[in-house]
């Protein structure tokens, strides 16, 4: 299973609809995919129609039950946990209660590998091809979690003022967690809801020139599509004559060409 962290400190920037949609992409291939809602506020699992309810198992239960066990979880409690939307995309959701994460796991015992011990089951190997893991705007214990599990980061980004803060930032937390993961490693910088304008075009000219072959070659505009695919809780590739809805296909085919190739 490849595991790709979706992240960037800055807000804003379309990470999770980008997530969505690349999961959406992948599974349109056959794959078999799983996203992970690692934000508190949920949006994923929104977006995903997979917001849980009261009584469902979320992220959060698994991260507790790794931290009392000092190891992985229990098959039974994983299973009841994932849940799969009528886009055949599988999700691990989240709610308000992952606002909690970062105090519970500050002592817990190799606070850093918790989600690296909760992916470590067999039941993920086996029924998943791959799986991207939505983070919060921020490089607190959850996304060094996140980083410490993945093989790879993509980093969606937007070609506004600011945008390089924000990649050298996690460029920082990356340098962080190589020791412990070795192979982690920036698998594709994505510009995302761009503008065809000066200002736009000056600041991909500067991401090309620093990451290279890194950036996409496939860009995502800004449009109105992207807010009505998150109302309607569906994503744009399985919408007919979406334009960015192919755009993201486009996106998706050129990083499993990587991935595959």
């Known amino acids: 299973m490849k595991k790709l962290v ?3 400190e800055k807000g804003g920037v379309g990470k999770t609809t980008a997530t969505y949609n690349f999961a959406a992409a992948i599974a349109k291939t056959g794959k078999r995919v799983l996203c992970i809602d ?10 995903m129609n997979c917001e849980p309810d009261e009584t469902d198992v979320t992220i959060m239960e698994l991260i507790h039950e790794a931290i009392n066990r000092k190891g992985g979880c229990k098959d039974e409690t994983i299973r009841a946990a ?3 939307n009528e886009e055949g995309v599988y999700c691990l959701p989240s709610d308000i209660s992952l606002s909690q994460a970062d105090l519970v796991m500050a002592c817990a015992f190799s606070r850093e590998k918790i989600l690296q011990r909760i992916l470590s089951n067999a039941y993920f190997e086996f029924n998943f091809d791959y799986c991207l893991i939505d983070c919060p705007p921020n490089l607190g214990i959850i996304v060094m979690n996140a980083l410490m599990a993945a093989d790879g980061v993509v980093i969606p980004v937007q070609t506004k003022n600011f945008a390089m803060k924000g990649l050298v930032l996690l460029e920082g937390a990356i340098e962080q967690v190589l020791p412990e993961n070795p192979g982690l490693h920036i698998e594709a910088v994505l510009i995302n809801m761009t503008r065809r ?4 075009e000056g600041i991909e000219a500067l991401l090309k020139a620093r990451y290279g072959d890194i950036v996409l070659e496939t860009t995502i505009p800004d449009l109105v ?8 809780r569906r994503s744009l590739v399985n919408v007919d004559k979406s334009r960015l809805g192919q755009k993201y296909k486009d996106a998706a ?3 499993m060409g990587r991935l595959e190739g």
């Open 6 to 8: 979706f992240a960037n």
């Open 38 to 47: 690692l934000d508190p506020q949920g949006n994923l699992s929104t977006y």
């Open 82 to 84: 994932v849940k799969v």
């Open 197 to 200: 304008n000066k200002n736009s």
């Open 225 to 232: 599509e992207a807010d009505t695919s998150t109302i309607m």
């Open 253 to 255: 085919s050129e990083l």
